[in-house]
């Protein structure tokens, strides 16, 4: 399967050793860019403070000097802890992290693996990182780190639900799991026989969208559901005895899965790469798509840490009664009423 | 309905389709493996140039600053477990789901490697939509036994 990729025949091995290449640098800035942008300038904005300013122009590589920073950290393990488990519960959250990038499509041809499944494999590498998090957490022998990593556990389980299910909706009206398929039956379609702009998904999908940008809040356990990293209860939860670069690894993760998920929603939602006016099919959806995608990532991540910074934490209780009870029913209702007007209509 | 086009492949067809998926699947593979080569170079990288002065004292678990109590794997109540045996159950159903709402309304294409048509499956409609609130109905009904039970509250 030599695809053409910039006119020129690429055999699988060279393919994706790009694909490799791209990615390994595309995680990491990814994270850099949410870093800056969210964590450091909207955040001192939203809380009418200044931020870092000292490193690069206007406090840009401030990251990059903590990257610089934290490589040059002591590698302390503890005594106590379960030495193997420990090592390898980082790889586990960054491979979660590194496979949902394979299905997210930022031009035609733009995309790492176009799975079939592609949606329904996001949902659920996307949960593997909950056993990451266990490992984490157990594996280090501190009691902070234990409930942590507990915490973590049940509540991303409650919310992998709404999760899911938030997305069989738009499942059911593009009728692909493919990620290019949910793009182009955005791109082909039409807003009461008015086609010009395509038919995103958010539109039709109001609910859903509600019900996912909640779960996703949830799934990367930001606040107002951050109590298993909750500082004041228990000092960071599942990476409080990680230092250096090996804790660096967990923020790395969250921050591009946070990405990831912006982009999920942004694709699943706002019609991904798609621009109204340029053909899909053409040579400049590829230059044009990744573009278009980004913005729309950023729209979807500046709601995602509006929420993370405005809102005090649930307590656990309330959090677990108010994915059993209120989305999880929203979201069976979401399905049966899309179902419904899709068969009727 | 399935067409009286034939579904067997021929044998170069059906070894090009399989290698096809089996490429994407070994993509994914590789994208595992590339988180653990990436930890593996950044802290290779930083092994050369961070600091190793072992003290007794680094290595205790962290407890607030005072010497840890106990053992680091007490003995906890955890009190939504019961939240993980209904997680169960809707997991479940949602493997069910996905496949259903691919085919719910609209035409499939079932394609050879080659991307020609096989053959045109027809949307499920109305009966696949009432077969499957049915399903979704025993389900609730599940979640609403559940919450009438207590089970569904801080215990």
Not at chain 1, 92 to 108: E, K, Q, R
Not at chain 1, 173 to 182: C, F, H, R, T
Not at chain 2, 12 to 18: D, R, V
């Amino acid at each position: 399967m030599n695809e053409l990729v910039l006119a020129i025949e690429l055999a699988f091995w060279q393919q994706t050793l790009i694909k490799v290449l791209v990615a390994a640098v595309l995680v990491p800035t990814t994270a850099l860019i949410f870093g800056i942008v969210f964590l450091f300038k909207v955040m001192s904005w939203m809380q009418s403070r200044m931020g870092p300013q000292e490193a690069g122009p206007r406090g840009l590589l401030q990251l990059l000097a903590d990257g610089a920073k934290f490589l040059q950290k002591e590698d302390i393990i503890p005594d106590k802890a379960d030495r193997f488990v420990f090592k390898a519960a980082p790889v586990v959250v960054l491979a979660s992290t590194f496979l949902i990038y394979v299905i997210l499509p930022a031009g035609p041809d733009l995309i790492i693996s176009d799975l079939p499944t592609g949606i329904f494999f996001a949902m659920a590498v996307s949960s593997l990182s909950v056993i990451g998090v266990l490992m984490a957490g157990w594996s280090s022998s501190n009691k902070y780190a234990l409930m942590g990593g507990l915490r973590a556990g049940g509540q991303l389980i409650a919310y992998e639900l709404p999760l899911i299910l938030a997305v069989v909706g738009v499942v059911i009206q593009a009728g692909s799991l493919s990620m290019q398929d949910i793009v182009l039956a955005q791109a082909n379609g039409s807003m009461l026989g008015f086609s010009g702009v395509g038919l995103p998904f958010l539109i039709t999908q109001i609910l859903g969208f509600g019900i996912f940008m909640v779960a996703i809040q949830a799934e990367l356990t930001q606040p107002p559901f951050d109590m298993p990293v909750a500082e004041s209860e228990v000092v960071g939860g599942f990476h409080v005895e990680y230092t250096g670069f090996r804790f660096l690894f967990f923020f790395l993760a969250e921050f591009a899965t946070a990405f990831a998920f912006a982009a999920i929603a942004a694709t699943l939602f706002l019609g991904g790469w798609y621009v109204p006016g340029i053909d899909p099919d053409s040579m400049l959806a590829n230059v044009v798509g990744p573009i278009a995608l980004f913005v729309k990532i950023m729209v979807v991540a500046f709601l995602i840490f509006w929420f993370r910074f405005t809102y005090p934490r649930f307590r656990e209780d309330q959090l677990q009664r108010f994915a059993w009870k209120y989305l999880i029913p929203l979201a069976l209702v979401n399905i049966t009423i899309t179902g419904a007007l899709v068969v009727a209509l | 309905m399935l067409t009286d086009t034939p579904l067997l492949l021929s044998a170069t067809t059906a070894g090009e389709s399989y290698s096809d998926f089996l490429r994407q699947y070994l993509t994914v593979g590789i994208f595992a493996l590339l988180a653990l080569a990436m930890v593996a170079a950044i802290l290779g990288a930083g092994a050369l140039i961070r600091p190793n002065r072992p003290q007794p004292g680094k290595y205790i678990t962290y407890e607030s600053g005072v010497d840890p109590v106990g053992e680091g794997w007490p003995q906890t109540q955890i009190r939504y477990y019961i939240f993980a045996l209904l997680f169960v159950i809707f997991d479940v159903e949602a493997v069910f789901i996905f496949p259903w709402a691919t085919r719910l309304a609209g035409e499939t294409n079932l394609v050879d490697s080659t991307g020609g048509v096989l053959a045109v499956l027809s949307p499920y409609g109305s009966y696949g939509l009432v077969k499957m609130l049915l399903f979704i109905f025993v389900l609730a009904l599940g979640l609403v036994y559940a919450w009438r039970k207590k089970v569904l509250r801080w215990m």
